[in-house]
């Protein structure tokens, strides 16, 4: 019901950029749908994954402005899995967390490779040259009961 609900939303979009509905003549018309093409990965909600269909346009280009509100989730649950990462809490324990709050569908590879992102700004910092001299310096650890 959702996945109908999302793409009758899409299509609705596109039928006002047009100015016109699937099959209708109208003399103002500038462009044509031209079929449609599945998204790479199925989108991530609360009820499990949803395969959408994104039309295709005969000129130009179209991607629906209600996918675009998915991915700034994405890119927010992303920079959230990355922080506890950084944090230290296992990629177990997240996977328990997404299991709870629904998105049982995200494995621990996809924490890692999110977390990836900021293992190159941690290496650049570690390596860094200390050319000044400092008064203090701050050594942080994580401990872990074996």
Known sequence: MLESGIQSIIEAELSSILGAEPYQRVESRTNYRNGYRERKEPLSTGLGP??????????????????????????????????????????????????????????????SRCAAQIDEEVE???????E???????????????
């Open 50 to 111: 949803i395969n959408v269909s994104i039309p295709k346009l005969r000129s130009g280009s179209f991607y629906p402005s209600i996918l675009k509100q998915y991915q700034r989730v994405d890119r927010a649950l992303i920079s959230i899995i990355s922080e506890a990462y950084f944090a230290g809490v296992s990629t177990r324990k997240m996977n328990h967390l997404f299991i709870d709050l629904g998105l049982g569908n995200i494995d621990r590879s996809f924490v």
């Open 124 to 130: 650049i910092w570690k390596n860094r040259p200390l």
């Open 132 to 146: 000044r001299r400092y008064a203090y310096i701050w050594l942080d650890a994580i401990y872990t009961k074996i």
